[in-house]
C-alpha cells in the first residue's frame, strides 16, 4: 500500500539522550511518505537543539522546532516518541511533556512509541488495558501499569504503535506510517 501523507504534521517529542536511529529512521519514512515532522523538546533559545544518543556515544544534533511549553497536540495528526534510555527518563520527569502526551490520546490520534519510550506512557498514564512492547527492561513497569505486554516486533492497540528496539524499526515504521494515514483513532483515549 503507497501511503501518502501530504498534509499531515507529525510532533516528535524528544531530549538529549535520544536513540538517534529511533528518531532518523521514523522522521525520515514519514518525511518521505509527505509527511512535515517538528521535533519538540523542553529546550530554551533561539536556534535550540538536542543531542542523540548513537548506540555506545552522543550522536548527531538536531534541531528544535518547538518548545514542549508552547507546543499544542492540536496543531499534530500524530506523535513520535524515540526511545534511549537517558530520553524518556528525562522527559517524564517534564509536566509539559507528559500533558503534551496525554493530550494526543485525548484527542485519539496516532502515538507511536519504541524502546524505552513507552516510559513515557506510563508516566502519562495511558497504558492500562492496552497491548503493548518495549525494550525488555521496562516489560515489568509496564505489566505493573496495567499494559498486556508481548514479545513482537511491532504491536499496534487502536493507534498505539510500540516496538521493542532498532532492529524493529522497519516494521515500526511502516505501521507508524499506516496509522498516521488513517488518522483519528475512536478507541484511542486516557
Given at each position: 500500500?503507497?501511503?501518502?501523507?501530504?498534509?499531515?504534521?507529525?510532533?516528535?517529542?524528544?531530549?538529549?539522550?535520544?536513540?538517534?536511529?529511533?528518531?532518523?529512521?521514523?522522521?525520515?519514512?514519514l518525511e518521505k511518505h509527505g509527511a512535515r515532522t517538528h521535533i519538540i523538546a523542553p529546550v530554551k533559545g533561539k536556534n535550540a537543539?538536542?543531542?542523540?544518543w548513537n548506540s555506545d556515544n552522543w550522536g548527531l544534533y538536531m534541531k528544535v522546532d518547538k518548545k514542549v511549553s508552547e507546543a499544542?497536540?492540536?496543531?499534530?495528526?500524530?506523535?513520535?516518541?524515540?526511545?534511549?534510555?537517558?530520553?524518556?527518563?528525562?522527559?517524564?520527569?517534564?509536566?509539559?511533556?507528559?500533558?503534551?502526551?496525554?493530550?494526543?490520546?485525548?484527542?485519539?490520534?496516532?502515538?507511536?512509541?519504541?524502546?524505552?519510550?513507552?516510559?513515557?506512557?506510563?508516566?502519562?498514564?495511558?497504558?492500562?488495558?492496552?497491548?503493548?512492547?518495549?525494550?525488555?527492561?521496562?516489560?515489568?513497569?509496564?505489566?505493573?501499569?496495567?499494559?498486556?505486554?508481548?514479545?513482537?516486533?511491532?504491536?499496534?492497540?487502536?493507534?498505539?504503535?510500540?516496538?521493542?528496539?532498532?532492529?524493529?524499526?522497519?516494521?515500526?515504521?511502516?505501521?507508524?506510517?499506516?496509522?498516521?494515514?488513517?488518522?483519528?483513532?475512536?478507541?484511542?483515549?486516557?
Amino acid at each position: 500500500m503507497d501511503l501518502k501523507l501530504e498534509g499531515k504534521k507529525v510532533a516528535i517529542l524528544a531530549t538529549n539522550g535520544f536513540e538517534q536511529v529511533e528518531l532518523t529512521s521514523p522522521k525520515n519514512e514519514l518525511e518521505k511518505h509527505g509527511a512535515r515532522t517538528h521535533i519538540i523538546a523542553p529546550v530554551k533559545g533561539k536556534n535550540a537543539s538536542i543531542r542523540a544518543w548513537n548506540s555506545d556515544n552522543w550522536g548527531l544534533y538536531m534541531k528544535v522546532d518547538k518548545k514542549v511549553s508552547e507546543a499544542n497536540a492540536d496543531d499534530y495528526d500524530a506523535l513520535l516518541l524515540p526511545g534511549g534510555v537517558i530520553n524518556p527518563d528525562t522527559l517524564r520527569q517534564n509536566e509539559d511533556a507528559v500533558e503534551f502526551i496525554r493530550a494526543f490520546f485525548e484527542q485519539g490520534k496516532p502515538v507511536a512509541a519504541i524502546c524505552h519510550a513507552p516510559q513515557l506512557l506510563i508516566e502519562a498514564e495511558v497504558v492500562k488495558g492496552r497491548k503493548m512492547t518495549s525494550y525488555n527492561s521496562i516489560k515489568r513497569d509496564l505489566i505493573n501499569a496495567g499494559a498486556s505486554w508481548v514479545d513482537e516486533e511491532v504491536v499496534t492497540d487502536s493507534g498505539l504503535v510500540t516496538s521493542r528496539n532498532p532492529d524493529d524499526l522497519p516494521a515500526f515504521n511502516a505501521k507508524l506510517v499506516e496509522e498516521v494515514g488513517e488518522g483519528i483513532h475512536e478507541e484511542q483515549t486516557v
